[in-house]
């Protein structure tokens, strides 16, 4: 019997510092609540009893800050996972990294251990925003930690970065494009801020990112035309040293394409562990207690699920949509018919129609995609499909 391909989230939830936009499951925490945690994390990995026969295919620790913690137990972890999974031999295996918290020993754990890309949260070369963010490091350090991953034996490296953030001129951002564009990495993502409430930053700036909507003129963040300029100065910046665009936030030179993140856009099925992971196995999809105690006091088997959600046909329909038009090459129609026995074009008739002839959807090769404008208002469309 064929295997089936599965993609594996670690969620490690500590961090230095909260950084002031971050709304993600995240939180300083001292050595002893850290092991804790990694008992019951790896507990609960050993635990699982996939209903199939499945092979791992990618693996994801994210966070937080991965990096954080002590490297011993992130190799550890691993290691549970492949005593437990039957992982590929070429399956891509990544750890996100946030600077100031690197250093050679830890990146030659995670080389020993397995580990062969690495995704570093830079989000700006400008030290001024990097204190704006909350950030814990300035560029020098990341670019002294990026080259010390290169000596490490790392050939797969992405770097993160943000725009649209308060008080970003466009000079600014080319100066931070032409920092990375130097050190040539085989991937980027790239996100525009949203201000996002229960964040320092929302208290701040969450009236002008009003204003920046309604398509005025904010005090503080790009407005809408500067912030699609500094899109368009990303993307023809990085084509210059063969990084395209595969998917609405995310570049890369051919073949160094995230694996990982590309599964949850196909709709692969992916087991998450740690606190507030959640996960999609067959039908059905799960999720983890977000409350770190909640979490510890049930590391027992079958003890870690808090949420359990049936998804219908229809759900799996809308999502396979909404998910694959992020991807630039959009819904493999031949795909889609062959796995609900239907088309899309049929079923979706009215709203392709409709998109299409507005050019913001196109149909190439048996894709159906966004084009340029429509990427630029995907949020529009993809809401049509649900």
Not at 346 to 363: N, Q, S, T
């Amino acid at each position: 019997m064929e295997k089936r391909e599965l993609g594996i989230y670690v969620h490690i939830p500590f961090c230095a510092r909260k950084c002031a936009y971050c709304d993600f499951l995240s939180f300083p925490a001292g050595k002893n609540v850290q092991q804790d945690y990694f008992y019951a994390l790896q507990k609960e990995i050993a635990s699982f009893v996939p209903s199939g026969d499945y092979e791992a295919v990618s693996v994801y620790f994210g966070g937080g800050t991965p990096s954080l913690p002590d490297p011993g137990q992130i190799a550890w972890t691993l290691d549970v996972i492949r005593e437990t999974f039957a992982v590929r031999k070429d399956a891509e295996i990544t750890i996100e990294c946030n600077p100031g918290t690197l250093d050679r020993h830890r990146l030659e754990t995670y080389k020993r251990a397995g580990f062969n890309r690495l995704s570093i949260g830079l989000q700006s070369a400008d030290n001024t925003l990097l204190e704006t963010l909350g950030r814990i490091h300035t560029f020098e350090t990341f670019r002294r930690e990026y080259r010390q991953a290169r000596e490490a034996g790392f050939d797969n490296i992405s770097i993160d970065l943000m725009y649209g953030l308060p008080n970003q001129t466009l000079s600014s951002w080319k100066d931070t494009l032409e920092k990375i564009t130097e050190l040539d990495p085989e991937h980027v993502s790239a996100y525009s801020l949203i201000v996002e409430e229960g964040t320092p930053f929302w208290d701040r700036y969450h009236e002008d990112d009003e204003e920046k909507r309604r398509g005025g003129r904010p005090l503080f963040l790009p407005d809408e035309e500067t912030e699609g300029q500094m899109l368009e100065l990303l993307k023809s910046s990085l084509l210059d040293i063969g990084i395209c665009r595969y998917e609405i936030s995310s570049y890369a030179k051919p073949g160094y394409e995230s694996r990982h993140n590309t599964g949850y856009w196909l709709k692969r099925e992916y087991a998450g562990f740690g606190l507030g992971a959640s996960g999609q196995i067959r039908d059905f999809r799960y999720r983890n207690p977000s409350r770190l105690e909640g979490y510890l006091n049930h590391a027992q088997p079958d003890g870690y699920v808090e949420e359990k959600t049936f998804l219908s046909g229809e759900d799996e329909i809308s999502e396979t949509m909404i998910l694959g038009l992020r991807m630039i090459r959009g819904v493999d129609l031949q795909r889609f018919e062959e796995r609900f026995h239907v088309r899309a074009e049929d079923l979706f008739k009215d709203v392709i129609d409709r998109f299409r002839k507005a050019g913001l959807l196109e149909i190439t090769d048996h894709h159906l995609h966004l084009t340029d404008r429509g990427l630029d208002v995907s949020n529009l469309v993809m809401c049509e499909f649900l």
